[in-house]
Nanobody, 123 residues
């Protein structure tokens, strides 16, 4: 049974930083691309970032230069370091396992999801 558990969310002031982590179990983690998505209140879920099994990274235009995704295959974790946070970064952040070797920005291309962790950025 695949499980993804996110942690590291919280309340932060604009300009602050957070580091999200996603711990995976029940799968050969190193074989999969992983992604992060977020959903703000009243909005559609949107792609944030992804990383291939080899470490190639992808970012939404809105977070390029601001967020950094990484993975530790020995610990079965994928991380998202978020700097210079803005109120518009507020949302529930979820990690997901890609069903494709090359991750996409489309949520339906991800087959396992975590419950998410809340990030709230105050102005």
């Amino acid at each position: 049974q695949v499980q993804l558990v996110e942690s590291g969310g919280g309340l932060v002031q604009a300009g602050g930083s957070l580091r999200l982590s996603c711990a995976a179990s029940g799968l050969t983690f190193s074989a999969y691309a992983m992604g992060w998505f977020r959903q703000a209140p009243g909005k559609e879920r949107e792609f944030v970032s992804a990383i291939t099994w080899r470490g190639m990274t992808y970012y939404a235009e809105s977070v390029k230069g601001q967020f950094t995704i990484s993975r530790d295959n020995a610990k079965n974790t994928v991380n998202l370091k978020m700097n210079s946070l803005r109120p518009e970064d507020t949302g529930v952040y979820s990690c997901a396992v890609s069903s494709r070797l090359v991750p996409t920005t489309t949520a339906s291309d991800y087959k396992y999801w975590g419950q998410g962790t809340q990030v709230t950025v105050s102005s």
